[in-house]
């Protein structure tokens, strides 16, 4: 699905910007807006937001992973959210308004959007439920199930913070 957007976008050369992004810097900073959807060419990033002065990771985004400050690019209102780099990262950048008008020209288009975006629904609700129902070993095993790259693209540090535990308690279950 995200070859067939990215092909598509590049075939018609959508792409407004390119960003080079430094190790800790920031795409964007909560409380602003960013309606832009980015395209990572290579690098990580997590997205994040604080809670009670804790950062809390919600998602990462890795090469040939699309992210965006979804709330800010749906709403077109201040993000809750803060995007920063994990390392040297190449965003490529789309406005929202070029993508939805290329989303809305044909039904193919229009179709694919949908998908990815019911993709989008299931992946956020079943991180919930993992969340919610599950112990600390199966949301270990269910991410590495799921997203085996991640153990190579994220530091263990941030991974133990979208699992919601320690560093210490995902290293003893990587032993296993």
């Known amino acids: ?98 993508y939805i008008d290329f989303m809305q020209k044909t039904e193919e288009n229009t179709a694919l959007w949908n998908t990815i975006l019911q993709q989008l629904i299931l992946q956020q609700l079943e991180r919930e439920i993992d969340l919610l129902t599950s112990s600390p070993e199966e949301r270990y095993r269910r991410v590495l199930t799921r997203s085996p790259q991640l153990f190579q693209e994220i530091p263990h540090k941030y991974i133990a913070s979208y699992l919601r535990m320690t560093p210490e308690t995902l290293s003893r279950l990587k032993k296993y």
Do not use: C
């Not at 070859?3 to 992004?21: A, R, S, V």
């Not at 832009?36 to 604080?50: C, P, R």
């Open 1 to 98: 699905m995200t070859t067939q957007l990215f092909n598509q976008i590049d075939q018609n050369n959508l792409w407004k910007d390119t960003l080079y992004l430094k190790r800790n810097e920031y795409v964007i900073h909560s409380e602003k807006t960013d309606s832009n959807l980015y395209y990572v060419d290579s690098g990580s990033l997590k997205i994040s937001v604080f809670i009670e002065n804790e950062e809390k990771i919600v998602r990462f985004g890795y090469q040939k992973n699309f992210i965006t400050a979804l709330d800010s690019f749906i709403t077109g209102e201040p993000t809750k959210f803060q995007i920063q780099a994990l390392k040297k990262t190449v965003l490529k950048v789309i406005s929202k308004s070029e």
